[in-house]
């Protein structure tokens, strides 16, 4: 079964179509999203319209919460913040409902999926490096679980000749065959902060055992224009091109 997974999408929609079509094209029939469907892009609406045409898997991002109302702006940078409030006067009752309903973390047959860690999915802690991912790794009952958060794609992993080490691997393609246990972290559709502005996705294929992430060109000129228009801070939109 190929599954196409979605990283941070925040409300870019040009992206996110272009993900789906290339997804679709590579075989994917089911899809999941790691969360932060909205904040920081102009299409909020839009994108949640899609995935829920999908009728992708989803789990709750800490955006996604925020703007639900089950997450305080407290701890959000001011620009984050500035997003949820006009995401929040954006959708509609339905719409923020869907938010609010998404569960923090899923077990599907293949594979699980959470936004930050996935062992308290609740914190929406990140997963930066070897040792934020033990607790996830130790509590994973799958082979691989999926996560985002930090918009940059990478691999922590067991390996099974190795079981007892962590480690972490930075490679777009990944051999479950040889993994204990990996936690993929597949980067973001919507907003890539890895220094490169190409949209970001993975296909899963559970029969082969295998993941591989892919980079796109899309038109960031649509995207950061629609934000723009919709009085959202220049910052949201001049990040789009450098990939920050």
């Known amino acids: 079964m190929k599954y196409g997974v979605l990283g941070d999408i925040h409300g870019n929609i040009t992206a996110l179509e272009l993900a789906v079509s290339r997804l679709g094209a590579l075989g994917a029939r089911h899809f999941i999203s790691v969360g932060d469907v909205v904040g920081y892009g ?27 109302g089950t997450l ?16 929040r006067g954006r959708l509609n009752s339905q719409e923020v409902a869907w938010l609010h309903g998404l569960p923090l973390a899923i077990e599907l047959e293949h594979c699980a ?29 799958q082979r691989v679980c999926f996560v985002g958060h930090s918009h940059v794609p990478i691999t922590v992993l067991r390996l ?30 919507g907003q890539p902060r890895d220094e490169d502005p ?19 060109e ?11 228009r919709a009085g959202l801070p220049t910052m949201l939109a001049d990040r789009l091109y450098l990939g920050i």
Not at 51 to 57: E, I, N, Q, V, Y
Not at 73 to 87: E, H, P, V
Not at 125 to 141: Q, V
């Open 218 to 228: 899309y038109d960031i000129e649509r995207e950061a224009s629609r934000i723009r």
């Open 42 to 68: 102009a299409a909020p609406q839009e994108c949640i319209e899609v995935l829920r045409g999908l009728g992708a898997h989803v789990v709750q991002g800490n955006h996604d919460a925020a703007v639900a």
């Open 160 to 189: 099974k000749e190795s079981s007892g080490r962590t480690a972490y691997s930075p490679e777009t393609y990944l051999d479950l065959a040889e993994c204990e246990r990996a936690l993929v972290n597949v980067g973001s559709v």
């Open 72 to 87: 305080e702006l407290t701890y959000f940078n001011q620009y984050a913040k500035d997003a949820a409030l006009w995401t």
């Open 198 to 216: 190409r949209t970001t996705f993975a296909l899963f294929d559970s029969e082969a055992g295998s993941v591989e992430i892919f980079r796109e």
């Open 113 to 141: 999926v959470a936004h930050g860690s996935f062992h308290q999915p609740e914190r929406f802690d990140y997963i930066l490096g070897t040792e934020d991912a033990e607790p996830s790794l130790d509590a994973l009952r």
